[in-house]
């Protein structure tokens, strides 16, 4: 699972989790004890309103407006069409791409040992050899559910759609290089995050 280092650059560590799990909580985290955080979601709603409006709208007209891509009208494109979606995603995802190297050019400027990639697909969409080990923000099933589903819109329907597209929890730790479980509360996350960065700092400090 783990990829070759380039000399000089922070220790890449690709977090992930399913939905409701905790994983932007536990970024923030990450945030809070000095390690910068790329948000891959974050880049793609950013990219939206700059770098993606116009080949977004070629490929989709009508979805623009005020200037930026309206993902409601970009999702009446896509939602259940794989084959709009595989275009969308061949437009979008060099973008994200290109400022996730940015950011870790950044990280590797500033001398961080360390650089956390949150990408909620990561395990999905195989591109683990981006980074030198996996972090899964994992829960209960009970607790996610009823995250998930105390979110204002939220459905049964619109939860199980959401969970096929991901990959079981199950696996996902099975693969995992690092484990954080928020069910045991905030704090413990908290604790559990401090913990995994004194380690990779001493790691990295150690290679």
């Known amino acids: 699972m783990s990829a070759p280092r380039a000399v000089g650059r922070p220790f890449r560590l690709g977090l992930t989790g399913s939905i409701g799990m905790g994983k932007s909580t536990t970024a923030a985290f990450f945030r809070d004890v000095g390690v910068p955080v790329h948000d891959a979601d974050a880049a793609v709603h950013a990219i939206y309103g700059a770098e993606g409006v116009a080949p977004v709208e070629a490929a989709f007209p009508g979805v623009v407006s005020g200037g930026k891509v309206d993902r409601t009208r970009l999702g009446a494109y896509v939602l259940g069409d794989n084959a709009a979606m595989k275009r969308l995603e061949a437009i979008v995802h060099p973008l994200v791409r290109a400022r996730e190297r940015a950011f870790l050019d950044a990280a590797a400027a500033a001398g961080q040992p360390i650089a956390v990639l949150d990408i ?71 604790t559990a995050v401090a913990e995994l960065v004194a380690r990779l700092r001493r790691k990295k400090t150690d290679a």
């Open 120 to 190: 909620p697909l990561l395990l999905e969409t195989g591109i683990e050899d981006r980074v030198d080990a996996v972090l899964v923000v994992t829960a209960p099933e009970s607790v996610q559910r009823a995250r998930v589903l105390a979110r204002p819109g939220m459905t049964e329907a619109k939860f199980a759609a959401i969970l096929s597209r991901q990959m079981p929890d199950a696996e996902k730790r099975r693969r995992a290089d690092y484990i954080i479980d928020t069910g045991h509360g905030l704090e413990s996350a908290r």
